[in-house]
């Protein structure tokens, strides 16, 4: 791999603000001749350079071998246990004579290979679920450019991209892959997409000038997508060409810093995980505990194996067998599989298994905005005329007129935080702000410059005569109505509408595009509309003016007259209209002097909550005073000897709306205690209007926070601010990662939501990362523990339910698998203790229990639906143990209701056949014992249904077809192996039951059954009078201490874009 990362790298130290750089001072600190762009490095000095920096390759995690997941899998407390038992079984089998009648050599054959056989099926289901921990480096690698053009001695040459050095003169061409990092020497009409750093779709226009760094600033605080001279590894050229000087390389790129940062963050071990791996300790403390109580019980007081030191450690390893829950990890993973498969089936996609879990804990989802919280399609909300307001259903799917309604209380005051700016200052904070997003160029191609409103704003905002407005408040306006209003938006737009008006196959601004949609879906015949006016000239748009302008022949207007469109900026439209419309109404006896402080306080007040705004104007104009096919200049609308001319139609006000569903599911979370908060790139009063929308923005989180405001925050001052805002605008990715360790700090536990590769060291940081499947990369998707298939948050919120859903499901697996595991234990004590001839309960009737009759069942826990309510508690406290005071009383009701059962038939079965021969009465001992026991787990598994609801009634059968399925298949594997000659005695060591077996085992299930309903019924009493029934106040481990640091080389990801 060349030079490692280190101090000892050269490029650890002559690393510098290469984008502040003239091309002089590049070549020069990179210590080469002024004619570098024109002859490239000599190949002696490439070679030399090669040796010096390394290859331009990322350093690769060490893998982890098969060899290394195995022993993983194995080294656990239990599995030594298990294999203690297989190795003396294994003993014992070779040893026991072949003339042998009592199946003691074939019994421990079978031990050993059904131990084996669970050892390695739980170590492949445990190797398996690791499969896809290690892609995101790989993911990364795959980014890379193989091959590169360059110019060495004076020629140009095609090298390995590893072979890439600082100082290297590469050349790009349309759709080349950029090799390494590059200070730009020479562009022709070049940019770059960059969505493999950072997710955002629009390329990057590149340039070659020095770029000036602000007052008060860093260099390198300066935004990636302003650094419009650099061109960045695994970037593509979109159009154009260019050539560049290689100034880092390999781990020293931006995509190696985070590769970097991704090797770093390790990934954080489940709650549950953890609980397991010390409840097998405590269990396994307890097995040494019982084997030894069995020897000692077998060796000093069993008439049948008293001083026989090899029978009694077999008995003793017996008790051990029994207690080993074999079937657990199976379960537990069953119980993973399905919920991941029903999240699947929602379009939540989990890449790790005990990540399930983490979603049933989380308190706090952080969430992008666009796409995830919005629809990612701008539309047209409303409309305003100079006398109405109309507000559009964007969420509308018939094409009817009536999608429209004038509705004047619509956005008709500015938003409460903007009542006392002044007009500038709204639009600073807002969409229409010219400086785009935080390190984006803006994709509002119409924004507002200045807004310079009245001193007093709600008399500049009264409507003159509403009553004058052509359609009654509450109701919609007419087709033709609609058609003329916006046929500026129409016919003024080189934009091409999708299929169906939706996103398919659309073409141009979004923002424009907005205007022919919401015409599309009120009716208007787009494409015949075009047709009867077709265009003449126009005045292509330039960000310069911010206007476009286009004139069409139009039957509405005399054969010497013709119609001219301008939509651009409405600060700029105001200023160049004469009239305005009287609501909207088309023609020249609806015309009247414009009112300029009327439209200028209606641009504040939309922008204030938000919204993009486009003004429409139109004017008739003498057909003889354009030519057909004419190139116009800006002079033509703003150059004019009459000044202002035009007529003001009306304002388009647009947004990204909020996703109908995420509202609903915003409320849901909220009444399960789940914090929503919103991080963006867009600005502040965009955030805040979508979150007022949302439900997110409320009284006790009133307000936004911006990035640069975090940025100058210390740890404790952050760790403040996320407990008291839910959004956060202008935000860069190295926020996030700040925002996630101080919410995990405050003791929260977060799911993080991206898409970018400069997101993956925040998603791997997050409790739970979650990546979006549309518009995420791949390095986002391998970070993260979840996929949004739709980018929908209300998934998000659907995937926390079945969080929750498997915590409960996964205490009531353990509330049926681990009565039955100890009872096997205490019946072989006891049994002992009770002088019964021999275990009531034989070494391979125990593993069957284990892992046939217990996974059964259990499976029929592990796939429970929710249960009524699940959605209205808060989530489960950090730490709070899987095991709490009431479960391990119910475990412990459970323990010994089954060993209470299955030792008093056994002793029954015992007194009553007494005269029977040893041999006999064994077998009918076991017998019983083997049914009683496992008939009591159906009962155990029936009442572990309901957490709380009773289980006496019909609906305990209902709701889970595996219920009636699984105890079927017990019932009827239970009776196959008691009466199935040959099988039950050779193999299971018992006899078929006569009436009294049976007998008992029916009593012992209703007894067991009612005995635990029982306890659920007080425990509802002690619940309904305020006690503490759920462990919240309890049973709670504690938490380690945050680091709230930066990982080493995150400072650099503040120099990228945030994506959304």
């Known amino acids: ?329 199976a379960i537990v993973t069953l119980t993973y599989s399905y919920a991941v498969k ?84 709204i639009v600073a904070d807002g969409p229409n702000n010219p400086a785009g997003r935080r390190g984006h160029n803006p994709s509002n191609h119409f924004t507002v410059d200045s807004l310079h409103t009245t001193e007093n704003p709600e008399e500049a905002a009264k409507v003159a005569h509403p009553e004058e407005a052509p359609f009654e408040n509450g109701s919609s306006p007419t087709k033709d109505w609609i058609q003329a209003a916006l046929s500026c938006g129409v016919l003024c737009s080189k934009c091409v509408l999708g299929e169906n008006g939706g996103r398919t196959g659309e073409i141009g601004n979004p923002t424009e595009l907005s205007i022919l949609r919401a015409s599309y879906f009120a009716g208007v015949d787009i494409e015949n509309l075009k047709t009867e006016c077709p265009i003449v000239a126009e005045v292509p748009f330039s960000s310069e003016y911010k206007f476009m302008a286009t004139i069409h022949e139009s039957s509405d207007v005399p054969d010497d007259k013709l119609v001219a469109y301008v939509k651009g900026a409405p600060d700029r439209m105001v200023k160049v209209c004469k009239y305005q419309s009287k609501g909207g109404i088309i023609g020249d006896d609806a015309v009247e002097e414009i009112n300029a402080d009327y439209w200028m306080e209606q641009i504040a007040i939309l922008s204030s909550h938000g919204l993009r705004v486009l003004g429409l104007c139109r004017a008739v104009i003498p057909k003889d005073s354009v030519t057909a096919g004419e190139n116009l200049g800006q002079e033509f609308v703003n150059g004019r000897p009459e000044g202002a001319w035009l007529t003001m139609v009306g304002l388009c006000a647009i947004m990204d709306p909020p996703r109908p569903e995420c509202v609903q599911a915003i409320k849901e979370a909220k009444g399960a205690g789940v914090r929503v908060a919103m991080i963006t790139g867009d600005h502040k009063d965009t955030a805040t209007a979508i979150g007022h929308m949302l439900g997110i923005v409320d009284e006790k989180f009133s307000e936004a926070v911006t990035g640069p405001e975090l940025d100058s925050m210390t740890d404790d001052e952050i760790r403040a601010c996320v407990m008291t805002h839910n959004v956060f605008a202008r935000a860069s990715p190295q926020n996030k990662i700040r925002i996630v360790k101080a919410l995990q700090a405050e003791g929260q536990i977060t799911s ?96 069957y229990s284990n892992f046939i009759c217990a996974v059964t069942l259990g499976f029929v826990c592990a796939i429970e639906p929710a249960e009524d309510g699940i959605m209205a508690n808060p989530p489960r406290r950090v730490g709070k143990r899987i095991i709490g005071r009431f479960l391990l009383l119910r475990i412990l009701l459970g323990t010994f209701l089954l060993t209470g059962c299955v030792v008093g038939s056994a002793v029954i079965v015992n007194t009553v056949y007494k005269d029977v021969e040893e041999f006999e009465r064994l077998y009918k001992i076991r017998a019983t014992a083997f049914n009683v026991l496992d008939f009591g787990a159906i009962s155990v598994m029936l009442s572990a249904r309901f957490a709380y609801n009773s289980s006496v009634t019909p609906k305990v059968f209902q709701g889970n077809p595996a219920v009636m399925w699984s105890c079927v298949i017990v019932a009827v594997l239970q009776i196959l192996l008691t009466y199935i000659p040959g099988l039950n005695t050779f193999v299971f060591s018992m006899k078929g039951m006569d009436g009294l077996g ?63």
């Not at 007998?999 to 503490?1028: C, H, P, Q, Y």
């Open 752 to 847: 993080m939501t991206g898409d970018g590769v400069n997101d993956a060291p925040a998603l791997k940081a997050a409790n739970m990362g979650v990546a979006m499947g549309k518009e995420g990369t791949d390095v986002a998707r391998e970070a993260s523990e979840m996929i949004l298939a739709d980018d929908n948050f209300a998934t998000i919120v659907y995937a926390v339910k079945q969080g929750r859903v498997v915590w409960d499901n996964l205490r009531k697996v353990l509330l049926v698998n681990t009565p039955i595991n100890n009872a096997q234990g205490m019946s072989v004590l006891f049994g002992l203790l009770a002088q019964l001839p021999s275990t009531p309960i034989s070494a391979i009737q125990i593993l």
């Open 998 to 1060: 049976w007998g008992l085992t029916i009593a012992s299930m209703v007894f067991v059954f009612f005995a635990m309903e029982t306890e659920k019924a007080i425990r509802r009493s002690l619940k309904a009078s305020g006690a503490d029934t759920d462990d919240r106040e309890g049973a709670v481990d504690p938490l380690p201490p945050v680091d709230m640091s930066m990982p080493k080389g995150a400072s650099k990801l503040n120099l990228q874009e945030l994506a959304k």
């Open 1 to 329: 791999m060349g030079k490692e990362i280190g101090a000892d790298n050269p490029q650890m130290t002559e690393q510098a603000p290469w984008h502040t750089m003239s091309i002089e001072e590049t070549i020069s600190k990179l210590g080469l001749p002024e004619d570098l762009a024109k002859t490239g490095l000599s190949v002696d000095e490439a070679a030399s350079r090669l040796a010096k920096y390394g290859p331009n390759k990322m350093t690769e995690k060490e893998k982890v071998t098969i060899w290394q997941r195995i022993w993983h899998q194995i080294n656990n407390v239990l599995v030594y246990v298990l294999m203690t038992v297989a190795v003396v079984s294994l003993i014992q089998a070779v040893t026991t004579p072949e003339n042998d009648t009592t199946n003691q050599q074939f019994t421990a054959s079978f031990q050993v290979a059904l131990i084996v056989s669970v050892i390695t099926l739980n170590t492949w289901i445990g190797i398996y679920q690791e499969g896809n921990a290690e892609k995101a480096a790989d993911a990364l690698k795959n980014m890379l450019s193989t091959d590169a053009r360059v110019i060495r001695g004076g020629k140009e040459i095609m090298v390995p991209a590893g072979d890439i050095v600082p100082g290297d003169v590469c050349l790009l061409g349309l759709g080349d892959k950029v090799p390494s990092d590059l200070r730009l020497v020479s562009v022709s009409n070049m940019a770059t997409g960059e969505a493999a750093l950072t997710g955002e779709s629009v390329p990057i226009d590149k340039q070659t000038d020095a770029i000036p760094v602000a007052d008060g600033l860093e260099p390198e605080q300066v935004p990636l997508g302003d650094r419009k001279n650099m061109s960045y590894s695994a970037t593509l050229v979109a159009q154009g060409s260019g050539i560049g000087i290689a100034i880092a390389t390999g781990d020293f790129t931006q995509i190696g810093t985070i590769n970097r940062l991704v090797n770093q963050t390790e990934t954080i071990k489940t709650d549950v995980l953890k609980q397991i791996d010390m409840v097998s300790k405590y269990l396994f403390v307890c097995i040494c505990t019982m084997c030894l109580a069995t020897f000692l019980t077998a060796f000093f007081y069993s008439d049948t194996f008293k001083g026989k030191a090899l029978p009694s450690v077999n008995i003793a390893l017996v008790c051990a067998v029994a207690m080993v829950p074999e079937g657990l990890e």
């Open 342 to 425: 029903v999240m699947a089936s929602q379009n939540a996609i989990v890449r790790a298994l005990p990540a399930v879990e983490t979603l049933g804990s989380v308190t706090v989802i952080c969430s992008d905005k666009t796409g995830t919280l919005t629809q990612n399609i701008m539309s047209l909300t409303a409309f305003v005329t100079s006398n109405a307001r109309y507000k559009n259903n964007v969420d509308a799917a018939d094409r009817v007129p009536a999608n429209f309604v004038r509705d004047d209380t619509y956005l008709c005051e500015r938003a409460v935080l903007d009542l006392k700016k002044k007009g500038a200052d």
